[in-house]
């Protein structure tokens, strides 16, 4: 996390100081476009590409970071690992096992992926993927004898 944020801070210190060098430049020039001004205007060109770019490496590793959280919990939650504090009830859901949620997370997943894929095809195709995911959730459940007595 130390480089991500010392690699955001470094590229946005350069982005300021290529700023301020086209500020210079232009006064230099007395508002007149000359090389040098060009020349300052395509640094501060590439130190603005540099600095979007560790911002999105930024937001990437946030959200991951997210995931990597929300999963945890999720789990935790899922299979009892969290102990509930001191004066909280006990959840009323029996927990479940860590393998399990994670093919039903899986089975989710694929379900999202075929549903954006299918997003700018025919209802044919759409009808055609949704039989298919019906006889997969059939034989996921069928594996798992407490998906059916709910």
């Not at 690992?81 to 959840?91: D, F, I, R, V």
Request: aromatic share 6%.
């Amino acid at each position: 996390m130390d480089s991500t944020v010392d690699a955001l801070s470094n590229a946005y210190q350069e982005f300021i100081a290529a700023a301020a060098g086209v500020l210079e430049a232009k006064e230099q020039s007395g508002g007149q476009k000359t090389a040098a001004t060009d020349a300052a205007l395509e640094h501060f060109k590439q130190r603005w590409e540099l600095f979007r770019v560790a911002c999105d490496q930024a937001e990437e590793f946030v959200e991951s970071a997210k995931q990597r959280i929300g999963s945890e919990c999720l789990v935790d939650e899922a299979t009892g690992s969290a102990t509930p504090k001191p004066g909280e009830p006990n959840p009323a859901l029996p927990p479940i096992s860590a393998v399990r949620l994670e093919q039903m997370s899986k089975a989710v997943r694929w379900l999202v992926i075929e549903l954006q894929q299918g997003s700018g095809s025919s209802n044919a195709a759409a009808s055609t993927s949704a039989n298919a995911n019906a006889q997969s959730s059939a034989a996921f459940d069928a594996r798992f004898p407490e998906d059916g007595a709910q």
